[in-house]
């Protein structure tokens, strides 16, 4: 058993950001962003250009993204709603789970380890997201970025989702793929292991890692 599994198999909980670390959904978020885009009477995001922040509550990851087109920022509570509106229907159609994440699910779950998800998605687009790629009912508590007051970076989320899960942050660990999950989880004195292959950028290595790898077939490889 290699270092990470060895890590993950003594921890009582296992916590997972959701976009760009379960589940690869740009492709909806961009589909919808240009959408609105299109509908206001403004021109889309090129397909070549990488989307920011896509790790930041929703109505932030769509402000960064529209300046990327020099959307008016005096017609952006317009955009919202539209924005909103069209990833709804979209159903998360576009959005996959990662090779291998079902399988460290399973084994996790095996192994009777605790798991739930803490993300900065808007929590009933999260339960959404993940019952649409069929792996809801592996996780005991879902936090979005409206379930508490703060959204990830702050401590808050992540905190009380362990108190629901009834585990101590030294027993816990979170995987995700962000700068923002790692400033969270040493908020919270919680061990973070990074997804190197999601979202994020070389700023994640500023911040105590416990672990990392590339692909979940991997992980207990």
């Not at 879902?142 to 508490?148: A, E, F, L, Q, V």
């Amino acid at each position: 058993m290699n270092q990470l599994a060895s890590l993950l198999c003594t921890k009582e909980a296992v916590v997972f950001d959701l976009d760009g670390t379960l589940l690869h959904t740009e492709p909806d978020i961009r589909m919808a962003i240009n959408a609105a885009l299109s509908d206001c009477g403004h021109r889309e995001i090129d397909p070549n250009i990488v989307l920011p922040n896509l790790f930041g509550p929703s109505r932030e990851l769509l402000k960064s993204a529209v300046a990327l087109v020099d959307f008016p920022i005096e017609n952006f509570e317009e955009l919202v709603p539209i924005y909103q509106r069209h990833y709804k229907q979209q159903a998360h159609a576009h959005s996959s789970l990662y090779p291998g994440v079902l399988e460290l699910l399973e084994h996790l779950r095996e192994r009777d380890v605790k798991l739930a998800v803490c993300t900065n998605k808007i929590e009933v687009n999260a339960r959404h997201a993940l019952k649409t790629t069929g792996i809801i009912d592996f996780f005991m508590v879902i936090t979005g970025s409206d379930t508490t007051a703060h959204p990830k970076p702050h401590p808050l989320p992540l905190s009380h989702m362990l108190k629901e899960l009834g585990v101590a942050h030294e027993k816990a660990v979170l995987i995700g793929d962000t700068h923002i999950d790692a400033r969270c989880a040493a908020h919270c004195n919680v061990d973070f292991v990074l997804h190197q292959s999601g979202y994020g950028a070389p700023s994640e290595a500023e911040y105590r890692i416990a672990g990392q790898f590339n692909t979940y077939e991997g992980v207990f490889a």
